[in-house]
């Protein structure tokens, strides 16, 4: 059964610093790699998708890496702001199955 | 595009009573719908996939006869917690596929439900 971790669970960075959010997997046959930003009470917005052959996806001031060997996802965000604050979610589908597997998630503070 | 909305955003009713949520795909035809529970810093938990016409499919450890899910059209799914407890309050968070289960899920607002 696919697991997935992140760490740390919380994390809390001042204004202009960059972010560094980490995922990992038990199963590394994976179809595709997402990462998620959910704020309080809302529901899941979709950062990037990540295929089972690409290394890497970026938009703007995201970038996510891959390395599904290691069962290894790195989300970086740079030059964080206070619109940052949410809590971000990886999630992965594994290669024989259609079900995303979420991990518990990573909440950001970014102090003003 | 890829809009999907749920309703209603949060409801609170008396343990007992049945509530309806619904899930809807504004902007595209929904094949498949996904209903997820969350519990307060938890993971989301897959608890049904629906496919428009067919019954659900449901996980392990999820009552069908609790959390009836009924997929009608390519537009909506409704999920229907029946004799709600206190236990069940949760957050309910449906997504829905295009065009295929392992393509791009959209996710709706979610639903907070609160039993008393």
């Known amino acids: 059964k696919q697991e997935v971790t992140q760490i740390p669970a919380a994390l809390s960075v001042p204004e202009g610093e960059n972010l560094v959010l980490n995922c990992s997997f038990t199963?590394?046959?994976?179809?595709?790699l997402q990462w998620f930003r959910q704020d309080p009470g809302k529901g899941l917005t979709s950062l990037l998708l990540i295929q089972s052959s690409q290394r890497e996806q970026t938009s703007g001031r995201l970038n996510a890496s891959l390395d599904k060997s290691s069962g290894r996802s790195t989300l970086y965000i740079a030059a964080s702001q206070p619109g940052d604050s949410a809590t971000y979610l990886c999630a992965v589908i594994p290669v024989d199955d259609y079900k995303l597997s979420f991990g518990a998630g990573t909440t950001v503070t970014v102090r003003a | 595009g890829a809009v999907v909305s749920q309703h209603p955003s949060r409801v609170i009713c008396k343990s007992g009573t049945s509530v309806k949520i619904e899930c809807r795909s504004l902007d595209f035809q929904a094949t498949t719908m996904f209903w997820y529970r969350q519990f307060p810093k938890q993971s989301l938990m897959l608890m049904a996939t629906s496919n428009e016409g067919s019954k659900a499919t449901y996980e392990q450890g999820v009552e069908k006869d609790k959390f009836l899910i009924n997929h009608a059209s390519l537009t909506l799914s409704t999920l229907t917690v029946t004799s709600a407890h206190p236990e069940d309050s949760s957050f309910y968070i449906c997504?829905?596929?295009?065009?295929?289960?392992?393509?791009?899920?959209?996710f709706g607002p979610g639903t907070r439900l609160t039993v008393l």
């Open positions: 199963d590394s046959a994976i179809y595709n």
């Open positions: 997504s829905a596929t295009s065009s295929g289960t392992t393509d791009t899920q959209y």
